[in-house]
């Protein structure tokens, strides 16, 4: 009687597991995001909204590859959120270079906003453009890209899109945690039931998260989202509720980010947002889903250290197969190698559990998260978020 529990467990890990495997080689294949034809068109604005702080070692690479976009009718919008350092001077720069840069510098934060949030709402109230799209200030964008985006968006009649971007790693360590991380973000999104008719699905990425203008009219707006510290997916989530379709796809190498440099920074850079995803800044959730959650990941751990009976082992090992099976699939087509693969179950997922717990630690005990120059206080947060995962 004591293995039903732990080889359940394990069996309902394999089943989940399994699913993800058969959905997630579409969605990695970056020719999902299909090619243009060469008939003429007329091409909507788009206007490209990226926020920056203190961004001033890659805000000119980044919006330098957008500049170079052969995108026909596109309007680029810099904004610049409070940077401390170079950030305002690097955009100012570039815009006196090209008319299609038109920047705005904010100096101040009202209450009771994210600034990152505020920075975009701004930007949205300065476009033009029948699409807008919100991206980083360390995103590089291939040329075409823009093109094919529109053309499925048209051709599909979506509202809101996001492509999920190649994130860069230098180290092997480093890309095994981005693919545990990516792993387990597709996993837990399930992006196969996507962009139907019916589909309640969300997700939003914000390297690139595009939105219909008409339509993000006709929702609460950025201001409902203020206070969402996953101000991305609250996006996504924000428009499907609202009854707009959305999808997405994998970009490949259209569109790339070095993330984090370092395993010490992506861990310091999850830190404001890892807990807050995870439990909407209250432990009750928090310690809910931990223990419900932890026998689940744990059992294929201890099926396969208990040696014994076979069938207990074997079960761990096929959920342990399916894990690889996945990494090795994101992996791939990350561009990354076997190593990686092999090392995200455990090296990368540890790395994931780090950052989670330093998030929890920290925001507990300071009651509150530092983002971006302001300190936010939890009940703020509470209060604002929006996104229940």
């Given at each position: 009687?004591?293995?039903i529990?732990?080889?359940?467990?394990?069996?309902?890990?394999?089943?989940?597991?399994?699913?993800?495997?058969?959905?997630?080689?579409?969605?990695?294949?970056?020719?999902?995001?299909?090619?243009?034809?060469?008939?003429?068109?007329?091409?909507?604005?788009?206007?490209?909204?990226?926020?920056?702080?203190?961004?001033?070692?890659?805000?000119?690479?980044?919006?330098?590859?957008?500049?170079?976009?052969?995108?026909?009718?596109?309007?680029?919008?810099?904004?610049?959120?409070?940077?401390?350092?170079?950030?305002?001077?690097?955009?100012?720069?570039?815009?006196?270079?090209?008319?299609?840069?038109?920047p705005i510098?904010?100096?101040?934060?009202?209450?009771?906003?994210?600034?990152?949030?505020?920075?975009?709402?701004?930007?949205?109230?300065?476009?033009?453009?029948?699409?807008?799209?919100?991206?980083?200030?360390?995103?590089?964008?291939?040329?075409?890209?823009?093109?094919?985006?529109?053309?499925?968006?048209?051709?599909?009649?979506?509202d809101?899109?996001?492509?999920?971007?190649?994130?860069?790693?230098?180290?092997?360590?480093l890309?095994?945690?981005?693919?545990?991380?990516?792993?387990?973000?597709?996993?837990?999104?399930?992006p196969?039931?996507?962009?139907?008719?019916?589909?309640?699905?969300?997700?939003?990425?914000?390297a690139?998260?595009?939105?219909?203008?008409?339509?993000?009219?006709q929702?609460?707006?950025?201001?409902?989202?203020?206070?969402e510290?996953?101000?991305?997916?609250?996006?996504?989530?924000?428009?499907?509720?609202?009854?707009?379709?959305?999808?997405?796809?994998s970009?490949?190498d259209?569109?790339?980010?070095?993330?984090?440099?370092?395993?010490p920074?992506?861990?310091?850079?999850?830190?404001?947002?890892?807990?807050?995803?995870?439990s909407?800044f209250?432990?009750?959730?928090?310690?809910?889903?931990?223990?419900?959650?932890?026998?689940?990941?744990?059992?294929?751990y201890?099926?396969?250290?208990?040696?014994?009976?076979?069938w207990?082992?074997?079960?761990?090992?096929m959920?342990?197969?399916?894990?690889?099976?996945?990494?090795?699939?994101?992996?791939?087509?990350?561009?990354?190698?076997?190593?990686?693969?092999?090392?995200?179950?455990?090296?990368?997922?540890?790395?994931?559990?780090?950052?989670?717990?330093?998030?929890?630690?920290l925001?507990?005990r300071?009651?509150?998260?530092?983002?971006?120059?302001?300190?936010?206080?939890?009940?703020?947060?509470?209060?604002?978020?929006?996104?229940?995962?």
């Open positions: 009687m004591v293995w529990l732990p080889l359940l467990l394990a069996g309902l890990c394999l089943a989940w597991l399994i699913v993800a495997a058969l959905a997630l080689p579409s969605f990695l294949n970056p020719r999902r995001l299909e090619q243009l034809d060469d008939q003429p068109r007329d091409w909507p604005l788009v206007s490209v909204i990226v926020t920056a702080l203190d961004e001033e070692a890659t805000i000119e690479p980044a919006l330098r590859t957008l500049l170079a976009s052969s995108y026909p009718n596109l309007e680029l919008i810099a904004v610049n959120d409070r940077s401390r350092d170079g950030t305002g001077g690097v955009i100012d720069r570039l815009a006196e270079e090209d008319s299609r840069l038109q510098h904010i100096t101040e934060l009202p209450a009771g906003w994210l600034g990152k949030v505020h920075a975009m709402s701004r930007g949205a109230d300065s476009a033009r453009g029948e699409w807008l799209l919100f991206t980083d200030a360390d995103v590089h964008f291939r040329d075409r890209v823009i093109e094919r985006v529109i053309a499925v968006v048209e051709r599909e009649r979506l809101h899109f996001t492509l999920w971007p190649n994130l860069l790693g230098k180290t092997v360590p890309r095994a945690a981005l693919i545990a991380f990516t792993t387990n973000l597709l996993i837990l999104l399930r196969h039931r996507l962009g139907g008719e019916n589909s309640r699905g969300f997700v939003g990425v914000g690139f998260n595009l939105v219909r203008r008409t339509a993000l009219d929702t609460p707006g950025l201001q409902w989202l203020k206070m510290i996953v101000d991305d997916t609250g996006l996504a989530k924000m428009m499907v509720e609202q009854g707009f379709r959305s999808s997405w796809r970009a490949g259209s569109l790339t980010v070095e993330w984090y440099p370092s395993i920074t992506m861990i310091r850079g999850l830190e404001k947002n890892m807990y807050g995803a995870f909407h209250r432990l009750s959730v928090f310690l809910t889903k931990f223990v419900l959650i932890a026998p689940f990941i744990l059992a294929p201890f099926a396969v250290f208990s040696f014994s009976p076979w207990l082992v074997a079960s761990g090992l959920v342990f197969g399916i894990w690889w099976l996945l990494s090795g699939l994101t992996a791939a087509a990350a561009g990354f190698g076997i190593a990686e693969a092999l090392l995200a179950p455990v090296v990368g997922a540890a790395i994931m559990f780090i950052a989670l717990a330093r998030s929890t630690w925001t507990l300071n009651r509150g998260i530092r983002w971006r120059g302001t300190f936010y206080p939890l009940k703020e947060l509470q209060a604002g978020a929006r996104l229940k995962l």
